[in-house]
């Protein structure tokens, strides 16, 4: 049976690439259905509210969404894509290939992936006033201080849960698996701040040494978060799988991208147990909108994900090969690659190197 996507474009210059991306994969001819759920701006010009129930509908028919970015018109789906469908494990690749725009100098063997866990931590948009937190008379150890009397100020809530750890880690665990199987070292990096955050940090490291046991196959390390970027920037070539809560896998997988070349080659895909969408790492360039120029290889990369998802693997390798051909050749890049090309040029160009 036809595959069916449910593509949502996002704002700003995201719908450049992700048009160009739709229309270079439905050109491979995979059969693939597209649909377009109403969402944001779109959906709001036609009298709906942001994200109306027939856009949910659409999402939840899906084999899986394909998503651009967002300024904020589409976040509820965007929300609803992650909390909603239970989306827990954020896998954000990192590899570098000839011809990528990485500023370091002998990126040769950059090939690692951050799994972020990606629902929990200060995602939970549990903020508020100090002063709410008055009946709790909770004492800062370090401040020594009430925590209600240190503002006029606010605070937020940082949840880590047994489950929402485990679940996030095994899911690691199993790919570092997988990616042994192809040919990687077969290690799980899990790093937290838990020196600082016994509680919360501790208890996400607890759970990975934990089950660790389960994977005696499987190299395991913990490092400290702040070391943990020190050592990405110095040698990321040491490193296969990383597990990180959400803010830490949110700021070091943008940092992990800047290795490589930029967030114009960012891919994500988001898993949970029932339903995954996959997206640019980016934003949505709003400096660039309208101009064509935009990178589209982020969503093509994500794209690539989403097909190796639905069981069309080959075509997915395919698709990341030709990419790959266009960089080596480094003739038609776009702008933020150094080359002068516009979005559907590149894609056009990867559309040809497709062997
Ligand atoms: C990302 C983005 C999002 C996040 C925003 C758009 C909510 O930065 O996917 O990394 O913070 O998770
Ligand atoms: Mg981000």
Redesign the pocket.
């Known amino acids: 049976m036809a595959k069916r996507i449910a593509v949502i474009p996002g704002e700003d210059a995201a719908p450049e690439a992700m048009g160009a991306a739709v229309e270079l994969i439905d050109r491979m001819g995979l059969g693939l259905e597209w649909t377009y759920p109403l969402v944001g701006e779109p959906a709001r010009a036609k009298g709906l509210g942001p994200f109306p129930a027939e856009a949910k509908a659409e999402i939840d028919a899906a084999d899986a969404t394909f998503f651009g970015?967002?300024s904020g018109a589409s976040?509820r789906a965007?929300f609803y894509l992650?909390w909603g469908k239970q989306t827990y494990a954020?896998v954000r690749p990192t590899r570098w290939s000839p011809g990528f725009a990485t500023p370091l100098k002998d990126p040769t063997g950059v090939d690692f992936v951050i799994v972020?866990e990606?629902l929990e931590d200060s995602?939970v948009f549990l903020e508020g006033e100090l002063t709410d937190l008055e009946p709790l008379d909770l004492t800062s150890p370090t401040v020594r201080a009430k925590a209600h009397e240190l503002g006029p100020g606010r605070y937020a809530l940082k949840v880590i849960t047994e489950a929402g750890s485990e679940r996030v880690i095994r899911f690691a665990f199993e790919l570092a698996r997988r990616r042994k199987a192809a040919g990687h070292p077969g290690r799980l990096t899990a790093s937290a701040k838990w020196n600082m955050l016994p509680k919360t940090d501790g208890l996400f490291i607890e759970a990975a040494r934990r089950l660790a046991g389960d994977y005696p196959d499987i190299e395991f390390e913990t490092l400290i978060v702040d070391d943990f970027a020190h050592r990405l920037v110095l040698r990321p070539q040491r490193f296969d799988v990383i597990v990180l809560p959400?803010l830490y896998g949110?700021i070091l997988?943008?940092a992990a991208a800047g290795l490589a070349g930029g967030l114009g080659l960012a891919a994500?895909g988001c898993y949970g147990e029932k339903y995954a969408y996959f997206?640019s790492?980016h934003?949505t360039a709003p400096d660039i909108a309208g101009q064509g120029i935009i990178n589209p290889t982020a969503s093509l990369l994500a794209g690539a994900m989403m097909l190796e998802h639905l069981g069309l693997a080959n075509a997915g390798a395919r698709l990341r090969r030709a990419i790959e051909r266009v960089y080596a050749e480094g003739r038609v890049l776009t702008p933020d690659q150094g080359g002068s090309a516009s979005t559907r040029a590149f894609a056009d160009a990867v559309f040809s190197a497709l062997a």
């Open positions: 970015a967002t976040t965007l992650r954020n972020r990606n995602y959400n949110d997988s943008d994500s997206e790492a934003g």
